[in-house]
T-cell receptor
Framework: GENVEQHPSTLSVQEGDSAVIKCTYS??????FPWYKQELGKRPQLIID?????GEKKDQRIAVTLNKTAKHFSLHITETQPEDSAVYFC??????????FGKGTRLHILP | SQTIHQWPATLVQPVGSPLSLECTVE??????LYWYRQAAGRGLQLLFY??????ISSEVPQNLSASRPQDRQFILSSKKLLLSDSGFYLC???????????FGEGSWLTVV
């Protein structure tokens, strides 16, 4: 069935180090993969997205990579800062306009 | 520009009482509309989505229902709430498959 697996569920990294969050999806027809950041008590906000016709996209300290063959995509945050602490969600679009989210990764940036 | 409004922001309801959450989108036409639920500290669970007026797809069989009486209005309802219905409910919209999804500010529901 339609599913998005996200790992790890919790991630702690030292300030200034890099963080990587990985997701896999189940439908080879999926063509859109957004990433959202959610701060405590607030709505998720889009931080970056990628479509199936590209393999990598970068926006300042944030990058996303997509491997269509493996049905796998990843979020990379470099030079992490305290304000990067939040919950991050990956998502994949499925047939019939469904958008399915992973279970989230709680990222802690350690001083 | 497009905006999404969702209300109420917070509500406390007794078990067995009804529920109505409302969401409207402005500045666009024929949007895809979604209802998600987020239990405390958990992921985003897709409850319902709609690609047009009167078209509702249900993802989770439960005591909730959704309706789309107008193009840009999406309503989440229940006749009798359960304790397990507590959570953060998020309405969302996008212009179509493969486009950015935008969330409303959310509704905190506590069932007591």
């Amino acid at each position: 069935g339609e599913n998005v697996e996200q790992h790890p569920s919790t991630l702690s990294v030292q300030e200034g180090d890099s963080a990587v969050i990985k997701c896999t999806y189940s439908d080879s027809a999926s063509n859109y993969f957004p990433w959202y950041k959610q701060e405590l008590g607030k709505r998720p906000q889009l931080i970056i997205d990628i479509r199936s016709n590209v393999g990598e996209k970068k926006d300042q300290r944030i990058a996303v990579t997509l491997n269509k063959t493996a049905k796998h995509f990843s979020l990379h945050i470099t030079e992490t800062q305290p304000e990067d602490s939040a919950v991050y969600f990956c998502a994949a679009s499925y047939r019939d306009d469904k958008i399915i989210f992973g279970k989230g990764t709680r990222l802690h940036i350690l001083p | 520009s497009q905006t999404i409004h969702q209300w109420p922001a917070t509500l406390v309801q007794p078990v067995g009482s009804p529920l109505s959450l409302e969401c409207t989108v402005e500045g666009t036409s024929n949007p895809n509309l979604y209802w998600y639920r987020q239990a405390a500290g958990r992921g985003l669970q897709l409850l319902f989505y709609s690609v047009g007026i009167g078209q509702i797809s249900s993802e989770v069989p439960q005591n909730l229902s959704a309706s789309r009486p107008q193009d840009r209005q999406f309503i989440l309802s229940s006749k009798k709430l359960l304790l397990s219905d507590s959570g953060f409910y998020l309405c969302a919209w996008c212009t179509g498959s493969g486009n950015t999804i935008y969330f409303g500010e959310g509704s905190w529901l506590t069932v007591v």
